[in-house]
């Protein structure tokens, strides 16, 4: 469905939910935030957002590229196993589900937010990835982008999401006072957007539609037993909404979903 952006204020309904995982998992999870990161439950939920991204990016900034087939079936835990080992490299859509888990784990609620460059028909293409995280502080969402170097973005000192930057680059373009937190270095510096951001320029458009995920998508796209796949097949509600300023359009895939769905259990009930 095609949502406003007052639909999207909601933590309970967009925070991205784990799968269910082993002890040994969230112990080793644990440790990094703890020992690696440096996350304590007492600090802001923006000082832990900065300590996690700041680490994820240190051990990734010569890892970035095509990553391996396997790592799209894998859990978060698992992609970032894969890429400490060098056996995978990864790009925006690992960026996000990594960061994601980390955020979890942390206390912040983070979602995943999809977006693309243009075809001749002004649908977006939807081949981008990151996150959004919500802060208690300012009780709001901010835009964080790992694959640019970007844990967040600000004007005039409030604190940006998704729809904010879409917004200011559409109707004032990178004016002063218009910054990101970007990874340079070894260290977190504040750049003018303009000269700290790669692909905004080519997804933040006119005719761009960005894809927020619900918080269970994870859980309804990763089946791990036959019984599991049939519930997730005749899940009624969509695994994601679209969000546009300028393109007024109608979206088919959920319907075409339920419709199959609807077919699918009238052909076996009519072949039992």
């Not at 990835?129 to 802060?135: N, R």
């Not at 835009?143 to 970007?150: I, P």
């Not at 997804?203 to 019984?227: A, D, K, M, Q, V």
């Amino acid at each position: 469905p095609l949502v406003k952006a007052a639909d999207l204020s909601s933590v309970a309904e967009w925070a991205w939910k784990p799968a269910p995982e082993r002890a040994e998992d969230r112990e080793y999870a644990e440790r990094i935030l703890h020992d690696s990161m440096g996350v304590r439950q007492e600090q802001t939920s923006r000082e832990k957002v900065i300590r996690v991204a700041r680490y994820l990016l240190s051990r990734t900034v010569e890892k970035r590229g095509e990553p391996a087939v396997a790592m799209a079936a894998l859990p978060p835990l698992s992609q970032w196993r894969r890429v400490l080992s060098g056996s995978s490299l990864l790009y925006c859509g690992n960026y996000a589900i990594i960061f994601a888990y980390f955020a979890h784990r942390a206390g912040v609620p983070c979602r995943l937010v999809g977006c693309g460059g243009s075809e001749s028909d002004g649908l977006s293409t939807g081949n981008h990835v990151f996150d959004e995280v919500y802060l208690d502080e300012p009780e709001r969402w901010a835009y964080l982008d790992l694959m640019d170097g970007n844990v967040f973005v600000q004007k005039d000192g409030r604190l940006l999401n998704t729809i904010d930057i879409e917004r200011l680059l559409r109707f004032n373009g990178p004016e002063p006072g218009f910054t990101a937190l970007h990874y340079r270095g070894d260290s977190l510096v504040e750049l003018p957007f303009r000269d700290a951001s790669e692909t905004a320029r080519d997804y933040f458009n006119p005719n761009t539609t960005f894809t927020f995920y619900y918080g269970n998508y994870s859980l309804l796209t990763n089946s791990r037993n036959p019984w599991e796949k049939m519930v997730h097949f005749l899940y009624a509600r969509p695994y994601c909404a679209a969000y546009s300023d300028s393109i007024d359009f109608f979206r088919y895939e959920f319907y075409f979903r339920l419709i199959t769905q609807y077919i699918f259990l009238a052909g076996l009930a009519v072949w039992l």
